[in-house]
């Protein structure tokens, strides 16, 4: 009878250790390689079915553009840094904006200015460990990682 107290107790604590230790992987890299251009649809949604995320515009043209805009980029670039941050921008948007993933939302951490004037024909590049940012009004593109301009 106490060798069966003892395996109970041994079961019990082997199972109790088990459960409260979670797996974790490390070392994840999220870059998405190649941006995704998508159009927005005429409610303002993004679809980017390739690399599942969709999200509504509307926020970002009134953080661009102010109130009551309702002038549809052609056009949205995303792309994804190694650290999982998406870089979103369009034709004639002054910024790149960073945004982080919540649960259900993104957060934007960011918005880095890179053209007043706006940029022009913007397309977004994987250069590890950074995103770079080419304009066709800007000689040199931008470097760009979840902070900010790294180089330009």
Sequence with gaps: MKSVK??????????????????????VNYAQHVESVVAPNQEGIVDDQRNNIRFTMLPLLEKEYGENSTDLPEFVRILRNSEGYYFITAEDFKNVYVF??????????????????GLEKPALNWRAPYIE???FNSDTPAYLDENGVIKK
């Excluded at 003892?6 to 409260?20: D, E, H, K, N, P």
């Excluded at 982080?100 to 004037?117: D, Y």
């Design 100 to 117: 982080e993933p919540k649960r259900g939302e993104l957060k934007l951490i960011k918005s880095i200015l890179l053209a007043e004037n």
């Design 6 to 27: 003892i395996i109970f107790l041994i079961l019990v604590t082997a199972v109790g250790f088990s459960c409260t230790k979670s797996l974790v992987i490390e070392n």
């Design 133 to 135: 940012v080419v304009s």
